[in-house]
């Protein structure tokens, strides 16, 4: 009697477990998560690239300033160098994050091929003629029979299930530091991209052929107020830049 409890208890539980498999509800969420981790994979790397773009054009320009005669060059590289090595080493993990995610999308595809769910359904009904002919259930078919059985649960439900903790564990300890590294780096970007056009604009004023001394005398005078502000807006995007793409990193990581 103990032995036939047994025998039915393990078929309603892989009946069960089986049916669970053939509908397999956490399919379609799991892809939806995995495609939603890709998105963000994705705009931290177009981040990464917009960042490195602004810095290297910031790198290429030299303000000069001549305030009574004395000649400064305002190089913005110097400050920013050390941040572009750390952006280009962001936008290879960003890379290879999304990289990553893609692989995942097409283990999720392949959990949910055809194949696997008719492996599942045989294996199941392999189990229970183990359980249920006689002559079968000797211990070593039952052992391997089960393993297949295992094995098959494995590959049809962990992919959703790997998707599923995943997207736990961002919403529940992640997702604001995302939101806010983000963000940070986005006005960071703007910002550097802003002081660009500002030297953009007067060299191109430089260049239009001014050779009125007071004025020439004034406007070395005013760059030399702007100097030290840019070096400071400067400072502070590459502080920010700094700090967020180690978050960002985290994050993905």
Known sequence: MQLENRKM?????????????VINPLQDVGDGYIDNAFKRALAGYAIARGLNGVISVAQGTELAIQPAGVGINFTPGEILDPVNDLVERFSWIMLLATSSLGVQKILMSMSAWYGVLVAVIVAAWLLMCVYWVKGLATPLVRTIITRFFLLMLILRFMMPMVALANEWVYRAFLSE?????????????????????????????????????????????????????RLERYQGAAEEISLNTINLIVVFM
């Open 9 to 21: 208890a393990v078929t309603v539980i892989v009946f069960l477990v089986t049916l669970l498999a």
């Open 177 to 229: 530091q995302y939101n806010s590294a983000s963000e940070q780096l986005e006005q960071a970007r703007e910002n550097i991209g802003a002081i660009n056009e500002e030297l953009k604009r007067e060299r191109h004023t430089e260049s239009s052929g001014l050779v009125d001394k007071a004025v020439e005398f004034y406007r070395s005078a005013v760059k030399q107020i702007d100097f030290d502000k």
